[in-house]
């Protein structure tokens, strides 16, 4: 456990924590543990000095996933639209089950749309009492301004390759992890999506995208749809991180995070790549 959250266990202990925690960097896994933790401490029902006695019956429904003012929510698609923050918004006002604090998770808040932001920040500047929001990213920065200053920020160091592939389920192949987590340049989060989307299956569009962009032709852009938001978020971020292929050029490089950009802000996915691989083959390829 890092400095910052003993800090925060502590905090929950006295009853003095901020109702708003912004958890950053290191992997999801991690700072889902975290969280659950942090909500075991604050619903604990026999608490000891440093932290929850995990034995309670709150701590066992809050470890197994079945307390029910404990949750732990995630984009339904490849970004957090309005409707999923409305809908959440009915269950934050509710009344207490059983619990002494309401614990939610939001994880992969940096999917967040920017209407969805913003009805956020209706329930951060009034927040219910006893109520607990924390919200989890890889990357703070794509989250408003406004909601960055308004939250208690915990950063996770970045994870080290062998511990994220530990901490995965046994019958995952390690190759196969290892493979995923040298494709995306490293990120724990991104490994993880790769792993569900299939390494073979990224490997092999990635490879069409440049075939298609090396031979300047661009019927082979067609056959590599069609595919969703998250799976071009994916494919992209492997085409921008990648170590075999030749893109150091800066200019394609510029030309892949402005669509990644793009696509995170809602653009049309096949729009987006099919003007991206234009404007590669302007540049001459890779």
């Known amino acids: 456990m890092n400095i910052a959250l003993e800090l925060l266990v502590k905090a929950a202990l006295e009853e003095r924590l901020a109702h708003l925690l912004l958890f950053h960097s290191g992997a999801v896994v991690e700072r889902r543990q975290a969280g659950m933790y942090l909500a075991q401490a604050l619903n604990c029902q026999r608490p000891r000095e440093d932290g929850p006695c995990l034995e309670c019956s709150a701590c066992c429904k809050i470890h197994s996933g079945n307390h029910p003012d404990v949750q732990i929510l995630q984009p339904q698609k490849a970004s957090f639209g309005i409707e999923e923050i409305l809908h959440w918004q009915e269950q934050v006002y509710r009344k207490h089950y059983e619990g002494k604090y309401k614990v939610y998770i939001l994880e ?54 062998e511990v994220w592939i530990d901490s995965l389920d046994p019958s995952i192949n390690r190759q196969e992890a290892n493979e995923a987590f040298r494709l995306c340049g490293n990120d724990p989060d991104s490994a993880q999506v790769i792993l569900e989307l299939g390494v073979a299956k990224v490997k092999q569009w990635v490879n069409q995208f440049q075939e298609s962009v090396q031979e300047r032709d661009f019927l082979k852009v067609f056959n590599l749809f069609p595919i969703e938001k998250n799976e071009a978020l994916i494919y992209l971020q492997v085409l921008a991180y990648q170590e075999y ?38 540049q001459g390829g890779y």
């Open 108 to 161: 992969q808040a940096d999917r967040l749309t920017l209407p969805a932001e913003n009805a956020l920040l209706k329930v951060i500047e009034e927040p219910p009492e006893r109520t607990i929001i924390i919200l989890s990213a890889q990357n703070a920065e794509t989250l408003l301004p406004t909601i960055q200053s308004r939250a208690q920020a915990v950063y996770f160091p970045v994870i080290e390759k």
């Open 245 to 282: 292929g030749d893109l150091r050029s800066p200019g394609s490089m510029l030309a892949i995070n402005k669509t990644l950009d793009q696509i995170r802000k809602q653009a049309n996915p096949r729009l987006a790549i099919e003007v991206l691989a234009l404007e590669l083959f302007r």
